[in-house]
């Protein structure tokens, strides 16, 4: 069974890989973007016993988008998305985790001309820490990884404010 799950997470793992670094086709559904939030979804109890908080991520998440000059608004429809989830700890200790980054904006469906928000730019990945206490800052990395592909997408299809 144990083998099944690491494969399992392997090939997830190489998947969301693809998917992450595929990402700059989708650079175009971030023209004219100024303004987003930041939602951080709540933490399950499994991604918290290292200690990783919501409050870190958000404060992480919303200061890198200013640095590079967009705008944080809590009241904007567009959001960055922000999921950490976590299996764990074995008995060995080991963590595995995901990290899911997208950006929900409004969208309409040409087939239908129905209003409604969806994801226009996406990152995931899984990992696995030896560690509760070294999943904190691999998530924190991973996140600020997605970001920085985010900010580099938005930046690319928009002037630096």
């Not at 100024?34 to 958000?58: C, H, P």
């Amino acid at each position: 069974m144990r083998h099944k799950t690491v494969l399992l997470f392997f090939l997830l793992f190489l998947s969301s890989q693809f998917r992450a670094n595929a990402q700059s086709v989708k650079a175009p559904s971030l023209i004219g973007l100024a303004e987003l939030k930041v939602v951080i979804e709540d933490l399950d109890d499994n991604a918290k016993v290292g200690g990783l908080t919501v409050s870190r991520l958000q404060t992480d998440v919303e200061l890198r988008l200013r640095q590079a000059g967009l705008r944080v608004n809590t009241t904007a429809l567009e959001f960055l998305h922000v999921r950490v989830t976590a299996l764990g700890p074995t008995a060995a200790g080991e963590v595995a985790w995901k990290v899911d980054v997208e950006l929900q904006q409004p969208v309409i469906i040409m087939r239908t001309k129905e209003a409604t928000t969806g994801t226009t730019w996406d990152a995931s990945s899984i990992a696995l820490s030896s560690s509760p206490s070294f999943m904190p800052l691999n998530v924190t990395v991973k996140v600020r990884d997605f970001v920085d592909a985010f900010l580099n997408d938005w930046l690319s299809v928009n002037a630096k404010r």
